[in-house]
């Protein structure tokens, strides 16, 4: 049996990334149960909005401005395709609320990425992107990770001393997003699916198709 780890480079207010994840999680669903291979997600980060505050800045207004040239024209269309990507995905997508600096964010995702295991971390990237997006909640709020962290199953106290303590793990996760950067990735989602004889990367949201593509081609090649 050939284990393959797809890395998933993701920033958790990057709304395709959330997309991304709903159609790759469809695509290994089609994926025979007795295939030859495993696949285990890990996430690494990446920070859309470097520069955000802690406190952050109205969600829709920093769309409109920093990604539309501040046309209330583009910014419907945009909000018109996504909601629709997103109904075809079960993501309800909302743009109220805030987007912030998303450090702490990727902090608790790689804490227990390392100390829980990939089933944490995929619960707790889901908690945080259904809060994001389709609850307009804080990306990054202490009560949001907190939030995230125990609907994954990790106990409160736990969970709670963690989240509080914003160095811990820290120097880890900006390490992770320079390596990241080093290795050219300027831009979310960017997907790479080990094989045994060639990795497969995909980069941007693709259709469902397109992944289970590449995840069959990897099963094809580790035979």
């Given amino acids: 049996m050939y284990e393959s780890v797809i890395e998933f480079t993701l920033d958790t207010i990057c709304p395709w990334t959330y997309l991304a994840k709903r159609r790759l999680s ?5 994926l025979p149960s007795d295939a030859p291979v ?22 829709y207004e920093w769309y409109r401005k920093s990604r539309y040239g501040d046309s209330e024209e583009k910014m ?6 996504m909601s629709a990507y997103g109904v075809a995905e079960g993501i309800d997508y909302k743009f109220g609320g805030m987007v912030a600096n998303t450090l702490q964010t990727h902090r608790v995702i790689q804490h227990y990425q390392e100390t829980k295991g990939a089933e944490t971390a995929d619960r707790i990237v889901n908690s945080l992107y259904k809060q994001y997006f389709e609850e307009e909640k804080h990306p990054s709020a202490p009560e949001t ?14 969970a709670k001393a963690f989240v509080q303590d914003d160095d811990e793990g820290m120097m880890d996760v900006k390490m ?5 950067a ?3 990735i300027d ?4 997907i790479v699916i080990a094989g045994r004889k060639r990795d497969m990367t995909l980069e941007g949201c693709r259709e469902v198709e397109a992944y289970v593509k590449a995840l069959k081609q990897v099963v094809k090649e580790s035979t």
Avoid: H
């Fill in 187 to 190: 831009a979310v989602p960017y």
């Fill in 76 to 81: 419907k269309m945009y909000t018109t395709l």
């Fill in 38 to 59: 495993t696949f285990t997600i890990k996430y690494l980060p990446y920070q859309l909005y470097p520069k955000a505050t802690q406190e952050g800045e109205d969600k």
């Fill in 26 to 30: 469809k695509a290994l669903s089609q």
């Fill in 176 to 180: 992770l997003i320079q390596e990241q």
């Fill in 182 to 184: 080093g290795n050219g």
């Fill in 145 to 158: 990770l907190l939030r995230a962290a125990t609907e994954a199953g990790v106990p409160e106290d736990e």
